[in-house]
């Protein structure tokens, strides 16, 4: 049996809607001035009325009973007409009006099939279908830097977490193949290195996927307490590397998730001092803004980049040298500190979260300036 409440909605034309509107405006303002002329008529006198001219006395005058009926006939006449031209006009004129509706439907049911590189690209006068369809298409345009960000994501990810995987496999594999050529105290700590290394990936996944939970909390953090407690933390790293460190640290009080705002602070720190080089510098800077913003900037020696790769080290996975990951000696110098790529990507995203801004420059000569400003608390 069929459930009468789950049958579809019948579609209403909203052409049709906004034509039988106009035109029951034309038949009610053709009504009241019918009506006006009506009451007018009213006060004729009741009794036939005589020619002007005295020689066409024979012409018969109409009295006022007979003057209101032809005036209804009239009026029925009339009101006929103008509903018919009222809902005849009213149609082309809603037709022209909601034509930019139909182009914005026609869009969205594209995008709804999963196509997001189809824009409106809306002409014509700045109304509101105008700043409707610019902003349909601003969505589109963020919707699709989405959803590409993520499907690169998604390939990154899976790619970093096959490696390791990958050479747990083949390193089992050897040893069950060749059990007595095998230094087993090598493979076993081997092995633990490379779990080690995909657990820490795995964390470090958990970690971006977790910053958009956890954005409840409203505390009150100091900036600059929080980056000298993180440079004493790094304090011994950044002397074994011979690092010259700067620090300009005003007070710098904003609200938010003190837990996220820690660890923001912890990547700039951590790979200001990673991604320099021995004998570099390092300088941090805190403290308030004009407009109500609190800044946090670190600058350090490293890698030269461009412009164009400076502004993408954001981006999940992206290391110094690309995806590989940092240079060859660094590597060889510090093979327990290979990042994962996802420092800047976790910075970037609690920045978000926060209504911050983030900037990533090059530094002359090689390193990176990272600035990050929060609303001031």
Do not use: K
Request: net charge neutral.
């Amino acid at each position: 049996m069929t459930d009468r409440g789950a049958r579809p909605r019948r579609r209403r034309s909203a052409q049709l809607r906004l034509a039988l509107s106009y035109a029951a405006f034309l038949v009610a303002a053709g009504a009241t001035v019918l009506a006006g002329v009506y009451i007018v008529l009213r006060y004729v006198p009741n009794y036939p009325l005589t020619a002007a001219n005295p020689r066409e006395s024979d012409v018969a005058v109409a009295s006022r009973q007979e003057i209101l009926d032809a005036l209804l006939r009239l009026s029925g006449v009339l009101l006929a007409g103008l509903a018919l031209v009222g809902i005849t006009g009213g149609w082309f004129l809603a037709g022209w009006v909601l034509r930019p509706l139909r182009r914005i439907n026609d869009a969205a049911r594209i995008a709804a099939t999963g196509r997001l590189d189809h824009r409106i690209h809306l002409t014509g006068r700045n109304d509101e279908f105008r700043q409707l369809a610019d902003t349909f298409d601003h969505m589109l345009d963020r919707l699709g830097e989405e959803f590409a960000a993520r499907q690169r994501f998604a390939a990154n990810a899976s790619h970093e977490l096959r490696t390791p995987l990958a050479v747990t496999a083949t390193m089992l594999d050897v040893a069950r193949r060749h059990p007595e050529s095998q230094d087993y105290p090598t493979l076993v700590d081997r092995l633990t290195v490379t779990n080690a290394r995909a657990v820490g990936l795995t964390e470090a996944l958990l970690e971006l996927a977790d910053v958009g939970t956890a954005t409840a909390v409203a505390d009150t953090v100091d900036l600059a307490s929080t980056v000298a407690d993180e440079l004493a933390d790094h304090s011994e790293e950044s002397a074994g590397r011979s690092l010259r460190i700067r620090t300009e640290l005003r007070p710098a009080r904003t609200v938010g998730n003190r837990a996220l705002l820690t660890q923001l602070v912890a990547n700039l720190v951590q790979n200001a001092v990673r991604h320099n080089v021995a004998g570099g510098e390092l300088a941090v800077r805190t403290g308030p803004e004009d407009g109500g913003t609190v800044v946090l900037e670190t600058e350090n020696d490293g890698d030269a980049f461009t412009p164009e790769q400076a502004s993408r080290l954001h981006e999940p996975f992206l290391r110094g040298r690309g995806r590989i990951g940092p240079s060859a000696r660094d590597t060889a110098a510090r093979p327990h500190h290979r990042g994962y790529g996802l420092g800047l990507a976790l910075v970037a995203r609690i920045v978000e979260v926060h209504d911050g801004d983030l900037q990533i420059r090059p530094r002359p000569g090689g390193g990176l300036f990272v600035t990050v400003r929060l609303p001031a608390a």
